[in-house]
């Protein structure tokens, strides 16, 4: 009934649809994360009119389907700018700033639930805030907001298979360009699955790590 | 060293600190004393600018800091705070808490600023704590880093708000014998403190305050002795009985 002989041909090319799947991931997260924490500043900052257009942002992105976001910043760019947007800009760009909205909330919890006596001390030995924000405050919020990061990222991980529909050669495209040649679909899709499924675990394995590292000062 | 004039501030139209005027010398040891919510942390916070006051003028050594053009950071870096919980960085060590601010304010290198802290980590007994985070150390011993931290910056000023009011009563003493210690080597401190007896023991001048205003100051042998207003009269029978 199951063949899993067929996808040998195909495996060679895997190895490069992970990569791809990894690619896009990686620096999706690391534009989430600088967006969010400016973001999170924004939104927690005294400027009201900023304030406003970041929470504006976030309730954008965080209110229209990724899928829909990236399909408008892939086709609609070429269209209002002429620019060519290669997939991995587009899918980048889109995973990016929609993560960053998710991220600047789950980093303003964590910013908020730093004790004020934190701000206070640094404040009182002349500090300044850019300083200290950057040295006391975020390690601490990153520690509290910890759980949601990795979460997030595990998201991003398996969200980043939505870059097929652009075209592009990821882990889930593999197993839909085998099972067009080959219309073994279980064999395909299920081995799609089971990789997103390890990488998730790596994943998972790194943030534990993670939270062990910063829990030292527990 | 540092003249207070007029000095107001409220919080939600709730006046806290109305029309204060004191004066304080260079090397004085100076306590506020008072009821709770009588306005004398917010007077000390007001000292390093961690409250905004709304009115009157302080005068940080010539200087006017509520007016004109001041790096708020220049004179929090002259007039160090040490607060009621500690508010040691939960993320560094000891010796890193220490270290911190001289390093990023006073570009200290890492070798002289670490020197210093284990210097004054000596001073306050706790060089053998230096490579631990703060949460395995007591509440005395915290408050002790505290203040480490704080002196660390070599600041002409030291503010303590209420350094043992969330002390376990065993770890009062460790805490005022540092401050005690200090009091004798020409630093200028500010202490806000519920402590009478200590009060009475290091301090060159005491500072009455009720309901958001300066009630009375005098030498301490004179206001425990006698008080001169019927408000601190009534305070000390009340705290003494």
Redesign the interface.
Known sequence: MFDFSVLEPYMPLLAGAVWVTLKFTFFSTIMGFLGGFILALITLSKNKIASFFAKAYISVFRGTPLLVQLMLIYFATPQLTSYTISPLEAGVLSFGLNSAAYISEALRGGILSVDRGQWEAAMSLGVPPYRFVLDVILPQAIKNALPSLVNESIMLLKDSSLVSVIGVADTLRWADLIQAKTFRAFEAFVVAAAVYYVLVMLLNLLGSYLEKKVRVSD | MIEVRHLSKSFDGIPVLKDINLHIDKGEVVTIIGPSGSGKSTLLRCL?L?EKPDGGSIIFDGQDILHGKVKI??????A??V?Q????????TVLQNVT??PR??NHLSKKEADEKAMQLLEKVGLSDKAQQ???RLSGGQKQRV?IA??LA?NPEVL?LDEPTSALDPEMVKEVLDVIRQLAGTGITMVLVTHEMGFAKDVSDVVHFMDGGVLIESAPPAEFFAQPKTERAKKFLASILT
């Open positions: 390093n961690l950071e220049e004179i929090r870096k002259r160090c705070m607060f919980h500690f508010n040691l960085f939960r993320n560094m911190y601010a990023v304010v985070y703060p949460s505290a931290r704080a910056m503010l």
